[in-house]
Structures are given as C-alpha cells and as structure tokens.
C-alpha cells in the first residue's frame, strides 16, 4: 500500500513553486508515495488586491531580490519564470483548488495555477484569470469562478489553515513523508533520505 507525502504548499510562495517544478515530481516518481497536497496561504493577512513586496520587505530591492530567487531556482533545473513584485490574495484561488479536489481535477489546476502565476504574468484574484485557469484545468470556468466565493471552498481552505497550524506547520514548502517531516526547498536527496527513514519503497521500472 502506498504511502503518504502531505505537502503543505501556496501558489505565490517561490520555493513552493520551485519545489512543485522540480523536487516533487521526482519524489512521485521514485517512491511508492500518494500525494496529499494542502493548501497554505504563505500571508493570510495579504489584503484582497494583493501587496507590494515593496511594503513586505522594506529596503529590500527586489531587483536584487528576484535575481537571488531565480539563481536559487536554477540550481534546481527551474528556469524561465518571472517573479511578481505584487504577492496576490490566494484565498479565492485556494476555494477553486478545494472545488477542483471535489471534481477530481486538483492536480491539473494546481499545475495551472503555479504556471499562471511564475511564467505568465497572471493575477491570482482577477476573475478572468481565474476563470482561464479553470478552463486550462478542464473545469467549467463559471462554476470556479463561484467557488472562489462560495462560503463552503472558503471554510475548506480555513480548515486545512487550522489543521496545519495545529500540526505545527509554519513556513512552506513542508514535507511530511509518511510521518517524516522536512521543512523548506530542500534538496531531493533530503527528501528521499526522509522517505528512506520512513521505510517507503521505491518504485521499480
């Protein structure tokens, strides 16, 4: 029987979407592992419009700020993506990812949403966005679009918020590989030493 990899993860957070590109398909790949994927707003308190990182980070150039990010992606293979200088709201986008789970798209939006976001320019809370994300999810784009409002997604999304709090999570990207916790844009190989404490087989082939 397959194990468990629970990751905690958003769709503006850099090293979440480094991971997502690079050490987390492999991981799939080379372990008997089932992912249980958890959305985490990086910044719950992001108001709706989104923030400048400018504000986030003051003094910080982020010229130089996003410079370090794509050298620090590129020694993960994660190349051609332009970091924002706005960190979005995610929470509608978040009640879509719980409405795509229910229709059994969630991975096929997921990847969506993280493309959307590092290599087209797109914003996270516009409602056309949303919606061609949707689409290139194959999801009815008007019923995703009423999920990123509807107060059920919304208290999925609380709920897995809480559920991770009281777990300990902090700071994402965070792994838990069949109890094995790893915190972090970590190299793959701390990641399949993790599973190989856990005891999870590889896959043969």
């Not at 910044?43 to 003094?59: A, D, I, N, V, Y």
């Not at 010229?63 to 995610?90: E, I, K, Q, S």
């Not at 972090?184 to 030493?193: F, I, K, N, S, V």
């Amino acid at each position: 029987m397959s194990e468990t990899l629970r990751l905690y993860t958003d769709f503006v957070c850099p090293f979440c979407f480094i991971a997502e590109e690079s050490t987390v398909p492999r991981l799939l790949r080379e372990f008997d592992l089932t992912l249980d994927w958890r959305g985490f707003e990086l910044h719950p308190g992001t108001p709706r419009g989104g923030q400048s990182l400018s504000r986030l980070f003051p003094g910080v150039s982020l010229p130089v700020l996003h410079d370090r990010t794509r050298r620090f992606a590129a020694r993960f293979g994660v190349t051609n993506f332009t970091p924002p200088d706005l960190l979005a709201n995610t929470r509608r986008a978040l009640a879509i990812a719980e409405y795509a789970r229910e229709r059994d798209r969630l991975e096929p939006f997921r990847a969506a949403a993280f493309e959307a976001h590092w290599r087209e320019g797109k914003n996270l809370e516009d409602d056309g966005d949303l919606q061609a994300i949707a689409t290139s999810a194959g999801l009815p784009p008007d019923e995703a679009l009423r999920a990123a409002d509807d107060p059920v997604f919304l208290a999925r999304v609380d709920e897995k918020q809480e559920d991770a709090r009281a777990a300990g999570v902090t700071g994402i990207p965070t792994f838990i590989i069949a109890g094995e916790e790893v915190v972090g844009c970590q190299p793959y190989e701390a990641l399949a030493d993790a599973a190989e404490r856990a005891g999870v087989p590889r896959r043969r082939g």
